[in-house]
């Protein structure tokens, strides 16, 4: 009986002690799609908000405390995306790194307001994200109306007097970008010749690539996810079409050329000039080939948003989420993707997206405006 | 012209895959008075079947693609059965003579541990697989330029099907098994009292369904070449839906049904527009069911007094 008693004693002074360590961390979450269609970008996410923290941690942390990384799953659903930030909210976590697909990020956005939560997105890009006057809110990556033009001009410059269509999926990312493409190459004088919404989700196309091969497309622009715009793509193949395929920032992932095999071949997309290649990145692209891993797509970006938060806790001596937002508008810092500054909206002064295609061996690479 | 039968080969196609899963869910219905919800996942299990068989094979450097697809055929239709038979003696079996809802709640559930089961044993990730049957034919060019085209792979669903079909009319019309699976759906008291085996007749049921919901998922996996943890969910309402437009627990009216909404999908993206593709397929269904309740096939329940 005294054996226990001092055993529970033990037990019971290690768990206080070990509290009491755990209460010498801060936690930060990183948020995205870790189950679902988009899983490929949630687990690129997670790669650089770990490789952050770990770094982070080995330079001493944030304001003499380690961090700890809280990981938590949207699975590109609003609905989940909501009770993930009441949810990071309640847990009393200061910065949230999410979410990815804008129709998450958005209604997100709102519960992190309310529960004091600062959230720096790598990868949404709709416009509306920012533009609500929302205090808490900042991306690391550019938005769809800049995006929509990079992409508008570059039609404009390389298909003229062909036939165009342009797609979207019905989602708040999908559509805003599709739009803004559309308003652009209206602008340019360049009518499309089928406007049409697909449903994400759908693994059939095949009705829908008859369509386009009546329709005689030569350029299909698709605002949406990188399943559906591989589908369609094969599907296209399958039938026949040679037609083009374009896209935007969320088929920057590697299991695009996988659906698709090498008919992957010529299709475009655009996206920010890979951070990959930035000199800024170089030691840290090593460390990330050592663990085996590509920083690929969104890695970097989230990296970069780990990063800026913690250079602005430490500037401004707190966690405390609305000074370390203000903090972040008023300086510019020096990340791994880059220096970034902000406006006060939270959107990057800086304007970058560049045309890239895949080639038939998996991989893809930037072109020039002029085309190649 | 030529568009028009482009577009029917897509729906014919889309049909097919429909259509089998849809016979699942028209036989357990006629022979317990249930809904499997748990079917879709079952198509869902299958085509991962599939997929692993052909990694396997391809990894023992089997590459004669008609042997490789016979094997993939009859291995995933063989552990998919399993599956089947497990599901029904786990969750169905033991509330058959429970409240009538019981089973339908069971299937609910069940279809959750299944696809969270497939989702923690293969990943949440989509699985994609370059195309094994490639190639296809020109049927007509016509003057427009618009070249008609069917993929080898759109055949090899197709005649699957037709032969698949024709197996199971005549096991239903011819054998042993087949009467008794019209005798439980009769009348399973009298069937039991006259010698027929009902608990095995039953499990057999399911057993086919799975086998054929196998097949849909291996030519699932063919045509499209993506498999995910999620697919069996809308794959299985909209073969519930074209179940209950044929006619639920009429086998021809499976498949009608079947056909019936992937040619209602394909023809309104074709002429109309691809956004609301599935609102008319479902609106067409409540029209239907308004003016023949029981289904395009279905018999109306006959109240024997």
């Given at each position: 009986m005294k054996l226990l008693k001092l055993a529970g004693l033990a037990v019971g002074a290690s768990l206080a002690l070990s509290s009491a360590a755990f209460a010498e961390d801060i936690t930060i979450a990183v948020a995205g799609p870790m189950t679902g269609s988009?899983?490929?970008?949630?687990?690129?996410?997670?790669?650089?908000?770990?490789?952050?923290?770990?770094?982070?941690?080995?330079?001493?942390?944030?304001?003499?405390?380690?961090?700890?990384?809280?990981?938590?799953?949207?699975?590109?659903?609003?609905?989940?995306?909501?009770?993930?930030?009441?949810?990071?909210?309640?847990m009393g976590i200061p910065f949230v790194a999410g979410h990815y697909c804008s129709s998450s990020s958005?209604?997100?956005?709102?519960?992190?307001?309310?529960?004091?939560?600062?959230?720096?997105?790598?990868?949404?890009?709709?416009?509306?994200?920012?533009?609500?006057?929302?205090?808490?809110?900042?991306?690391?990556?550019?938005?769809?109306?800049?995006?929509?033009?990079?992409?508008?001009?570059?039609?404009?410059?390389?298909f003229k007097g062909k036939n165009i269509a342009i797609l979207n999926d019905k989602t708040t990312y999908g559509k805003g970008l599709a739009d803004e493409t559309k308003k652009a190459l209206n602008k340019a004088g360049i009518t499309e010749k089928l406007y049409e919404s697909y449903t994400k989700g759908d693994k059939d196309f095949n009705a829908l690539v008859s369509r386009l091969k009546a329709e005689n497309i030569d350029l299909v622009y698709v605002g949406g996810y990188y399943q559906e715009a591989g589908l369609i793509l094969r599907q296209m193949r399958d039938q026949g079409l040679k037609t083009i395929l374009m896209g935007g920032d969320a088929m920057a992932v590697q299991e695009f050329a996988s659906i698709t095999g090498p008919a992957a071949a010529g299709t475009l997309f655009t996206f920010g000039p890979d951070p990959r290649k930035k000199p800024t990145a170089a030691a840290i692209v090593d460390k990330f080939k050592a663990k085996n891993i590509d920083p690929e797509g969104y890695t970097l970006y989230t990296y970069a948003a780990v990063q800026i938060w913690t250079q602005a806790a430490a500037k401004a001596g707190t966690t405390d989420p609305k000074k370390v937002m203000d903090t972040i508008k008023a300086g510019a810092w020096d990340t791994v993707i880059g220096k970034l500054e902000y406006d006060s909206k939270g959107?990057?002064?800086?304007?970058?997206?560049?045309?890239?295609?895949?080639?038939?061996?998996?991989?893809?690479?930037?072109?020039?405006?002029?085309?190649s | 012209m030529d568009y028009f039968a482009q577009q029917l080969i897509n729906g014919l196609v889309l049909g097919s895959i429909y259509g089998l899963i849809a016979i699942g869910y028209t036989m357990v219905y006629g022979i317990v008075g249930m809904i499997n919800f748990a079917h879709g996942d079952i198509f869902m299990i299958g085509g991962f079947i599939a997929l692993i068989s052909f990694l396997v094979l391809v990894s023992f450097g089997l590459t004669a693609v008609p042997v490789v697809l016979l094997i993939v055929l009859l291995v995933s239709m063989a552990i998919t059965a399993l599956y089947g038979w497990t599901v029904e003696r786990i969750a169905y079996r033991p509330l058959r003579h429970s409240f009538r809802l019981a089973p339908m709640l069971s299937a609910i559930g069940m279809s959750f541990v299944l696809s969270n089961?497939?989702?923690?044993?293969?990943?949440?990730?989509?699985?994609?697989?370059?195309?094994?049957?490639?190639?296809?034919?020109t049927l007509h060019q016509g003057s427009s330029g618009?070249?008609?085209?069917?993929?080898?792979?759109?055949?090899?669903?197709?005649?699957?099907?037709?032969?698949?079909?024709?197996?199971?009319?005549?096991?239903?019309?011819?054998?042993?098994?087949?009467?008794?699976?019209?005798?439980?759906?009769?009348?399973?008291?009298?069937?039991?009292?006259?010698?027929?085996?009902?608990?095995?007749?039953?499990?057999?049921?399911?057993?086919?369904?799975?086998?054929?919901?196998?097949?849909?998922?291996?030519?699932?996996?063919?045509?499209?070449g993506l498999v995910d943890f999620f697919m069996g969910f809308v794959a299985g309402i909209k073969a519930f839906t074209a179940a209950v437009l044929g006619g639920i627990g009429s086998l021809p009216g499976a498949m009608l049904g079947g056909l019936a909404i992937g040619l209602i999908e394909t023809f309104w993206s074709a002429y109309f527009s691809v956004e609301y593709k599935d609102v008319a397929a479902f609106s067409i269904l409540i029209v239907v069911l308004i003016f023949m309740p029981t289904g395009l096939l279905g018999r109306p329940e006959v109240e024997k007094v």
């Open positions: 988009e899983s490929p970008v949630g687990r690129q996410l997670r790669n650089g908000a770990e490789m952050a923290v770990a770094d982070i941690n080995a330079a001493g942390g944030v304001l003499g405390k380690k961090l700890a990384l809280d990981v938590e799953d949207d699975a590109c659903d609003p609905k989940q995306a909501r009770s993930v930030a009441e949810k990071i909210g309640g958005i209604p997100a956005s709102e519960a992190y307001a309310e529960n004091n939560v600062l959230q720096i997105t790598p990868g949404s890009t709709n416009p509306t994200f920012t533009e609500r006057g929302l205090w808490n809110v900042a991306r690391v990556c550019g938005r769809d109306d800049q995006q929509g033009t990079v992409a508008g001009d570059y039609i404009a410059k390389n959107d990057i002064k800086q304007l970058d997206f560049v045309v890239y295609k895949w080639d038939d061996k998996g991989g893809y690479a930037e072109v020039s405006q002029k085309g | 089961f497939s989702q923690v044993a293969q990943g949440a990730r989509v699985k994609p697989v370059p195309p094994i049957i490639t190639g296809g034919y618009f070249v008609v085209q069917l993929s080898n792979v759109q055949i090899v669903v197709v005649l699957t099907t037709i032969v698949l079909l024709a197996i199971f009319t005549w096991l239903v019309a011819r054998t042993r098994l087949g009467r008794d699976m019209r005798a439980c759906e009769q009348d399973q008291t009298m069937a039991a009292l006259l010698g027929v085996d009902v608990d095995r007749t039953i499990s057999m049921t399911f057993v086919i369904g799975a086998a054929l919901a196998a097949v849909a998922g291996m030519m699932y996996l063919l045509y499209y």
